[in-house]
């Protein structure tokens, strides 16, 4: 007979991808914009997003809003890899460099610090060759719960 | 015979609104994620976007980076507003209660500061029945040409 | 016979006026740099402090460390109005002009937003003559306990 | 006969010395607040500051500006290190932990980007035995001029 718990991961990079595969099916965001989820693990995960014509803004470049969105959604997956309900409180973003309809976008996400309920994350956005286009830092509150519930941290 | 210079607008609240049409029309992200486009005027501009269901994140509220989108676009028609090509420079953003699919969100850009090239302005998000969502600070540059050629701002 | 309960202030503005003297003498930062507290409300306060030659940094103005603290100091003092303990989680500022040995620098903090925990303020740092010198905004954190023991938020 | 420009440095490391003691002579806040330069290199620089009895505030701990501006002193340094004149333009701090008189900071600078006229710095606070205090992000602007009029960057 089928037992849910025989699936439970038992160390942290494992619970950190079934965490993320979870979040992804519930995240119409991220799948709506084409994100691709290329790396994850404790504290840390790495999403990719090509610029489509529909992500430009009225200066013809990619939209700000559009690598936000790219950067937070890895700040996301990097803090609930500890299968602990998390939430963005803050982020800040410096524009470095325009980023171009066609162009392919990485963020990767990191671990700075968790103290308490919060923590600091910082992604660093750049073209997949490595032109650098923007630097984020998003701050994190655990809110209760599990992102797969029954499941606890490693 | 038509000259297009009978259009330019003589006072500052006319040509925001110009400079906001030939804007839109090139706003490719603003349409795709049905924003509307509420108010604008000189230094100012308030935006609105329903969370629809392709703007939820995997914690079945409206994905940061959405708020985020609405805010930056409101920043970018306030900030161009006096037709000098301008764009974000950094953003930061405080996430003060979540939004559900089905609401909808208005986003109030105001000038605070502006110094040579660079200014600063602030966004407020809430919902349309007045709930606080997120508060929105963005720092703009001005990048050289104007938004309508041939236009001066008046 | 004495009673201190007699002292307890009944409105809200009185009980900033009382939550800030306590501070004060126990805020060593502000008066080792000559600050001096000119208004304090609920959510509100304004502080002022004159650029010394102590305060200049390497480029001959003064050093944004003063400016920040300065800022700081008027978060402070606006979001502990309430008497409910309350810390500094973040902040941000932008510089948008010098300021000079001599000087007179204001500091008018406002409450932008409250929920649970969290507060949300905004500094406008000034010269005495109204020229604009930083735009602040501080994120604080209810850490517990009162400001003044004993006393409850009116 | 004495000539100056004997002594210009020929690699990027000791301009960064020499800048920086350039600027220490006239930065009269570090000294004020007894800061010490550790090290400096190209786009680095790490300082030290004790905290004293006159830096804590009205919760009897580090004033959140004395860790600013400890912070912003090496976010200085590190961006001047090319030996042309740069301010901050914006600073953003997440305050983690507090720090408690006697203790002694370390803050280190690393610049994480440099793009025409503006960089990103990150500046790491610490207790010296490694304790994480903040976290600041700055944003550089270069002023033109030299901080050593007559060098040129190596």
Same mark, same amino acid.
């Given at each position: @007979?089928?037992?849910? !718990? &025989?699936a439970v991961p038992t160390d942290p990079s494992a619970l950190a991808a079934a965490t993320a595969a979870a979040m992804w099916t519930r995240d119409q965001?991220?799948?709506?914009?084409?994100?691709q989820l290329l790396k994850i693990d404790t504290g840390r995960?790495?999403?990719?997003?090509?610029?489509?014509?529909? @992500?430009?803004?009225? !200066? &013809?470049?990619?939209?700000?809003?559009?690598?936000?969105?790219l950067a937070d959604t890895a700040f996301a997956y990097a803090c609930n890899s500890h299968n602990l309900n998390t939430v963005a409180a803050a982020a800040q973003i410096d524009f470095l460099a325009p980023a171009r309809e066609g162009e392919v976008l990485e963020a990767e996400a990191i671990e700075r610090a968790?103290?308490?309920r919060s923590g600091v994350y910082?992604?660093?956005?750049?073209?997949?060759?490595?032109?650098?286009?923007?630097?984020?830092?998003?701050?994190?509150?655990r809110?209760?719960?599990?992102?797969?519930?029954?499941?606890?941290?490693?």
């Open positions: @007979m089928a037992d849910i !718990h &025989h965001t991220a799948q709506a914009l084409g994100m995960a790495t999403l990719s997003m090509t610029v489509r014509a529909d @992500m430009v803004n009225g !200066h &013809h470049t990619c939209h700000g809003g559009m690598i936000f969105t968790a103290a308490g910082d992604v660093t956005v750049h073209t997949d060759d490595g032109r650098l286009i923007a630097l984020f830092r998003g701050k994190s509150a809110i209760g719960g599990e992102v797969i519930q029954g499941l606890k941290e490693a």
